[in-house]
């Protein structure tokens, strides 16, 4: 079972013989680090170890450090966590032109795809319209259908009056779930060898996880799907923070989410390299396995 483990109270942080442990000032617990998948450190006031840092890198494990409003705001990732860094850097820098455009496509129909999944499950209206978006995506998405589907889709979902821009609840739940999102692909993505500062099509200079911008577009719709299903929680954010414990079902396969990002990457990575065809099919649960009732208790509060 994948957990994920958050630290909300003042911490020491350290590593001992393969495991995390966690002593508050009164209690201390550990957690085996093969056990973990996510590390979210939301205590500004928490103390960790350069020995973890090395181990958490090592396992692989997603690291998220939260600001005074426990909003996440960096990352720890590894610079060595794979063999051949620089013969993948020359892959990624020689991607070719028409096979990134291609991906896009299919990566921009299949996130479309996902948020009108989502229109339906819930009865809202536009479903029409993404119908025929899905239709009119274009090379590197010229037409920009990308971002007339994701305006359409959330006013569908949470009102004409939604802003994405606005700092509100629901801004703030669907961007702390997206954090975690993109924690997870920029593991990934670094420890398969690649930058993720060079994206196919997200090419922002101050950005440096354009890759992972582009990769994880098709799996925003599960964040919407659970910030849409647990807003009126006493604690929405609680529910978000399990995200990396859910299922979803790739190629007709149930796995984690945690297991399914790492199984779409690589084969993204093949394709991008001309050493594979297959793109991942990425499709959700039924709707009851994102509330937050129905979610085993698989992580660890500190």
């Known amino acids: 079972m994948f957990r994920t483990v958050l630290i909300r109270k003042s911490s020491k942080l350290q590593y001992l013989q393969g495991y995390l442990v966690i002593f508050d000032g009164e209690d ?8 973990i998948s996510v590390l979210l450190i939301e205590s ?13 890198i ?19 990732l590894g610079i060595n966590n794979h063999y051949n860094l620089s013969g993948n850097l020359y892959k990624q820098l020689n991607w070719k032109d028409n096979i990134t455009a291609d991906l896009w496509v ?15 499950i819930f009865e809202k209206s536009n479903q029409e319209l993404l119908e025929q978006y899905l239709t009119e995506v274009k090379p590197n998405d010229k037409t920009n259908r990308e971002g007339l589907a994701a ?25 702390y779930g997206y954090s975690i999102l993109l924690s997870c692909f920029n593991r990934e993505i670094a420890s398969s060898g690649y930058l993720t500062q060079l994206g196919i099509f997200h090419k922002g200079k101050t950005n440096p996880f354009n890759l992972s911008s582009d990769f994880m577009e098709p799996f925003r719709p599960i964040v919407d799907i659970m910030a849409y299903l647990n807003l009126n929680n006493k ?34 990575i093949r394709y991008l ?9 990425i499709d959700y649960m039924t709707m009851e396995h994102y509330r937050d009732v129905e979610i085993n208790e698989t992580n660890s509060d500190v």
């Open 273 to 281: 390299n001309e050493e594979s065809k297959e793109i991942p099919k």
């Open 28 to 35: 201390e617990k550990k957690v085996f680090l093969d056990d």
């Open 44 to 56: 500004t006031s928490t103390l960790i170890t350069v020995p973890l840092m090395i181990q958490l």
């Open 58 to 76: 090592k396992n692989n494990i997603a690291v998220l450090l939260c600001d005074e409003k426990h909003n996440p705001v960096g990352t720890l």
């Open 235 to 268: 604690d929405p954010i609680k529910s978000m923070r399990k995200l990396a414990t859910k299922k979803i079902i790739v190629n007709d396969e149930e796995r984690y989410l945690d297991d399914s990002i790492g199984v779409y990457v690589k084969a993204l």
């Open 106 to 120: 299919e990566i921009v129909r299949m996130k479309i795809q996902n948020q009108l999944k989502v229109l339906k």
């Open 151 to 175: 305006k359409v889709y959330f006013f569908s979902l949470f009102g004409q009056g939604f802003n994405r821009n606005e700092e509100t609840v629901i801004n703030g739940l669907l961007n």
